[in-house]
C-alpha cells in the first residue's frame, strides 16, 4: 500500500493555508490578548471572617464579567484577586455584590499592580528561538552532509514546518481572544515553546529516514524515497502523538479550570506538528527539488526550437 | 562489559528512588533528611526535597514599602522609576540563588509587592529583598602630623560599588576563611590604584549600607583595581554579600511592612485534579505501550518508569522549582523518552518482519534508529539551553526540565532499554516472536523457537 503523500502536496499546503490564513488575519488585527500577567491590573485584598473557596469566588467574578480573575488565598482570612484594571465603580460594584453574597466580608483594599511579566519575556523567547531556529538548521545540515549544500534545504524546511505550528496556535488562540476574550498567559508561551520542540523532533525523524532511504537506493528518484519514507516512519509518528495526546486530553478533560488553555494549546500544537512532519516538511523538499530542476532544465539546455535548428 | 552497565544501572535506580522518598515522613536510623557529611571539622547538609513554585504550591509573600525620603542626599528620581530600578535588581538577586520564580510586582506606585515559593528561609528572603548593598570605600581623616585620627570620610565622589566587576568567593589568609574579592571597573580602578598610593600603610574603611565591615590597612601599592573584603564571614555570608553585591545596589531603602503565607494561584484543587489527570494519561501510555508492543511495551514501561525515577531524582537534588510550566517540559521530555522507544520497536519489527533473527534484528535496530534519536534530541536541548541562557522567569524553569528530561530520556532510551531487551533474550521463552509482536512465520512455524535459539 503506497499513500501519494508527494503528488498531492498542493492539497496538503493548501490545508495548512486554509489553517492558517484565518488564524494569521486575527492575529494580525490584534487578536491575541495578553492577560493579566503581561498587561497588569487591579489587585483586590479582599477580607473574610471565613473566607469562600477560591473556585467559588471565581466564578463570583466571572459573573461579574471578569473571568480572568486570578484567586489566591493568603493568611488571615484573606483572598487576593488580580483582575484587569478595574474603575472605583466596578470596585464598588463588586463590593456590594460580595456583601450581598457573603455575610462575612469585612472589605477590600485595591491597588494597581504592574505586569508579573515583563515584555521582556515574551521578546527574549522570541529573540532566543530564532538563534536557535539557525543553529536547527546548521544542525540538521551536518545531520545530512553527505547531500552537500542540498542539506541545507532539510534545515530550512524544519523551520518552516515549526512556522507551521507556532502559526496554527497563535491563530486559534487570536481567534479565541477575538471572539471568546481568552487570553493568553506565561503558560502559554511555555506551550508554544513546547510545541517548536516538538515540531522539529518529529521533522527530525522523517528527514532521518529519507536521508537513509536515499543513501540505500541511490540514483533513485526523489519523490517515491519520499513517499515510502513517510510511509515507514507512520506508524510512528502517530503512535509517539497518540501518546502525548493522550496524557493532554486527560490533562484537558480532568484537570482544573486553570490547565484549560495550557492543555488545549498543546493539544491543537502537538497534532498540528504532526500534521507538518507528515503532510508538509518533506514535500517542500520534493517541491524545491521540482523547481531546482525546472531552472536547471531551462538554463542547462538550449530551448528546443534552437536544438533542433542547430542539429 | 554489559554486566558492568547492569550494575551501574541498578545502582542508578537505587540512588534515584532513594532521593525521591519524602525523608522526613520515615523514622530514618540516622537524623538527616537529605545528604549530609563531615569531613574534618567540616560538615554539609543538604536538604532534600521536591522545589515546588508558586502556582503549584503558593509560598511567601512580602509587601515592601519605598522610602525615598531616606536615600542618603535626597533624589530627584520619579518613585515610578525607583520602583521599576528596585525590582530590577530583586530580581536579579533572587535569580542569581537559583531558578526560583518569583513573582514581583509594583503595588501603586510605592509598594513591591514580592512573592517566593516555598517558606524556607524568611529571615534570609528579607534580607535579601531589603538589604541596600550600597558598598562604599572611605578614607582615613589624618592629624596634623599624618598619623590616622581613627575617624574616615568619603572621597568627592564617594567611591563606591557602582562600578564594581562581577564578585566572587574565594579562600585566604592563614585559617583559609572566606572572603569576597571584588574588581573597580573604569574609571574607578585608577582611583583604587591612587588610594593606595595616598594611604599607604594606613588603614581605609569598607562600608556597607553605611557600616563598616572591616578596615584593612594597606601594605602595598596596588597594581590593579582588584582587592579583597575580609569580615569574619562564613562561606554562606561570603556568597550572599558576593551576591548583593553583583545585583547592584538597591537605589532606595525598602521596608517590609507586610509578611505573609500565600495559597498556590492555582488553587488546590485544580492542582490536584491535574495531577490525578496526569497520572491517567500516563497510565493509558503505559497500557497503550503493552498492547500494541507486548514484550518490548513491558520493557519500555520499565524503562520509563526508572526514567520518571530518575528524572525526579535530578529536579530534588539541583534543585528545580516544579511549576505548571516544569510540568509541561517533563510532559513532552516523557513523550520523548517513548518516541526514542517507538522508533527502535518500529525499526525491531521491520528487521524481524524482514526475517533477521532476534539478537541481528535488536542490533540492526538500534543502530538504525539511533541517528533519529540523536538528531532530534539534540535539537530538543540545543532549543532548550538558548531559552535557558536568554530566557527569563517561566521560560527559564521550563528549560531547565526540558533540559534535564530530555538527556535521561536519551540516557535511558539508548542504555536502558536495549540492555532490557539484550536480557529479554537470554531467555527462551521470551524468544516466541508473538511476544514481540510479530506473527509466527509459516516458514520456520513449528520450529520457530528453535531456528531462534539456534541462531540467536
Known amino acids: 500500500m503506497l499513500f501519494r503523500f508527494v503528488e498531492r502536496k498542493f492539497w496538503y499546503f493548501a490545508f495548512s493555508a486554509l489553517l492558517i490564513i484565518p488564524g494569521s488575519f486575527f492575529l494580525a488585527i490584534g487578536g491575541l490578548k495578553p492577560g493579566i500577567e503581561f498587561k497588569g491590573g487591579t489587585l483586590l485584598d479582599l477580607k473574610f471572617g471565613a473566607p469562600p473557596p477560591a473556585a467559588e469566588l471565581h466564578d463570583v467574578f466571572g459573573g461579574l464579567g471578569h473571568a480572568e480573575a486570578v484567586i489566591q488565598g493568603a493568611e488571615g482570612g484573606r483572598m487576593q484577586v488580580r483582575t484587569l484594571t478595574l474603575t472605583s465603580d466596578d470596585i464598588s460594584k463588586t463590593d456590594q455584590t460580595l456583601k450581598a453574597k457573603y455575610p462575612s466580608f469585612l472589605g477590600d483594599d485595591a491597588s494597581t499592580v504592574s505586569p508579573s511579566f515583563s515584555a521582556e519575556l515574551v521578546t527574549n523567547a522570541v529573540r532566543s528561538i530564532v538563534f536557535a531556529s539557525i543553529l536547527i538548521v546548521l544542525l540538521i545540515a551536518f545531520a545530512f552532509k553527505e547531500f552537500g549544500w542540498s542539506a541545507f534545504r532539510y534545515g530550512f524546511a524544519a523551520i518552516i514546518a515549526l512556522l507551521h505550528d507556532a502559526l496554527v496556535v497563535l491563530g486559534l488562540f487570536a481567534i479565541l481572544g477575538y471572539f471568546f476574550t481568552v487570553e493568553v498567559d506565561s503558560l502559554f508561551v511555555t506551550a508554544v515553546l513546547t510545541i517548536i520542540g516538538f515540531s522539529v523532533h518529529d521533522t527530525i525523524v522523517v528527514f532521518d529516514r529519507i536521508r537513509e532511504n536515499l543513501h540505500l537506493n541511490r540514483g533513485e528518484a526523489l519523490n517515491p524515497v519520499i513517499n515510502y519514507s513517510i510511509m515507514q516512519t507512520l506508524a510512528r509518528s502517530v503512535i509517539t502523538s497518540l501518546t502525548v495526546v493522550l496524557t493532554l486530553l486527560a490533562l484537558y478533560l480532568f484537570g482544573g479550570y486553570s490547565m484549560r488553555t495550557f492543555a488545549l494549546a498543546l493539544l491543537v500544537g502537538i497534532v498540528s506538528g504532526t500534521y507538518s512532519s507528515i503532510f508538509n516538511a518533506s514535500q517542500i523538499i520534493s517541491l524545491w527539488q521540482e523547481i531546482e530542476d525546472r531552472i536547471r532544465h531551462r538554463g542547462g539546455r538550449p530551448p528546443a526550437g534552437v536544438r533542433a535548428a542547430a542539429t | ?456
Not at chain 2, 521536591?50 to 530627584?76: A, F, K, S
Not at chain 2, 566572587?168 to 583559609?176: I, K, L, Q, T, W
Not at chain 2, 505548571?324 to 520497536?345: E, K, Q, R, Y
Open chain 2, 1 to 456: 562489559m554489559n554486566r558492568a552497565w547492569a550494575w551501574a544501572i541498578v545502582v542508578v535506580a537505587i540512588v534515584a528512588v532513594w532521593v525521591d522518598i519524602p525523608k522526613h515522613q520515615f523514622p530514618f536510623p540516622f537524623d538527616c533528611p537529605g545528604v549530609c557529611y563531615r569531613l574534618g571539622g567540616q560538615s554539609t547538609f543538604v536538604e532534600i526535597k521536591t522545589h515546588l513554585g508558586l502556582d503549584l504550591q503558593g509560598g511567601t509573600q512580602l509587601i515592601l514599602q519605598l522610602h525615598p525620603e531616606r536615600v542618603p542626599g535626597g533624589t530627584t528620581t520619579s518613585i515610578d522609576q525607583l520602583n521599576n530600578q528596585a525590582r530590577v535588581v530583586i530580581d536579579r538577586r533572587i535569580n542569581s540563588l537559583g531558578v526560583s520564580e518569583p513573582v514581583i510586582e509594583s503595588l501603586g506606585a510605592d509598594k513591591i509587592l514580592l512573592q517566593l515559593p516555598g517558606v524556607s528561609d524568611l529571615a534570609e528572603a528579607q534580607r535579601i529583598a531589603t538589604q541596600q548593598a550600597f558598598l562604599e570605600i572611605k578614607v582615613p581623616d589624618l592629624d596634623a602630623s599624618g598619623n590616622p585620627t581613627g575617624t574616615y570620610h568619603s572621597l568627592t565622589p564617594p567611591l563606591t560599588g557602582a562600578n564594581l566587576k562581577p564578585t566572587f568567593v574565594e579562600f585566604s589568609g592563614a585559617n583559609n576563611a572566606p572572603v569576597v574579592h571584588f574588581e573597580f571597573g573604569p574609571p574607578d580602578d585608577q582611583r583604587w590604584v591612587q588610594l593606595s598610593k595616598d594611604f599607604l600603610n594606613k588603614p581605609v574603611q569598607i562600608n556597607l549600607d553605611g557600616k563598616e565591615i572591616s578596615a584593612p590597612r594597606i601594605n602595598q601599592v596596588f597594581t590593579s583595581g582588584s582587592g579583597i573584603i575580609e569580615g569574619g564571614f562564613t562561606t554562606k555570608t561570603a556568597k550572599e554579600l558576593s551576591t548583593l553585591l553583583n545585583s547592584g545596589a538597591l537605589p532606595v531603602p525598602l521596608e517590609v511592612v507586610q509578611s505573609s503565607r500565600v495559597e498556590p494561584t492555582l488553587g488546590q484543587d485544580s492542582v490536584r485534579r491535574s495531577m490525578v489527570a496526569g497520572a491517567i494519561g500516563l497510565l493509558l501510555v503505559a497500557l497503550f505501550m503493552i498492547l500494541y508492543y507486548r514484550l518490548p511495551g513491558v520493557i519500555a514501561v520499565i524503562a520509563l518508569l526508572f526514567y520518571t525515577a530518575l528524572t525526579y531524582a535530578i529536579f530534588r537534588l539541583i534543585p528545580v522549582t516544579l511549576t505548571l510550566a516544569g510540568v509541561a517540559g517533563f510532559i513532552l521530555s516523557i513523550g520523548m523518552a517513548v518516541d526514542a522507544n517507538v522508533l527502535t520497536f518500529e525499526r525491531l519489527k521491520e528487521e524481524l518482519r524482514n526475517g533477521k533473527t532476534l539478537r541481528v534484528a535488536l542490533d540492526e535496530g538500534r543502530r538504525r534508529a539511533f541517528p533519529s534519536i540523536l538528531y532530534s534530541n539534540l535539537a530538543t536541548i540545543l532549543t532548550a539551553l538558548i531559552l535557558f541562557n536568554f530566557g527569563t522567569g517561566t521560560v527559564k524553569g521550563f528549560a531547565l526540565t526540558l533540559i534535564v528530561g530530555v538527556v535521561v530520556s536519551f540516557f535511558t532510551a539508548v542504555f536502558v532499554t536495549q540492555l532490557l531487551l539484550h536480557a529479554a533474550i537470554e531467555y527462551a521463552s521470551l524468544r516466541r516472536r508473538r511476544l514481540w509482536g510479530v506473527e509466527e512465520r509459516p516458514a520456520d512455524g513449528r520450529d520457530g523457537r528453535a531456528a531462534a535459539s539456534v541462531t540467536a
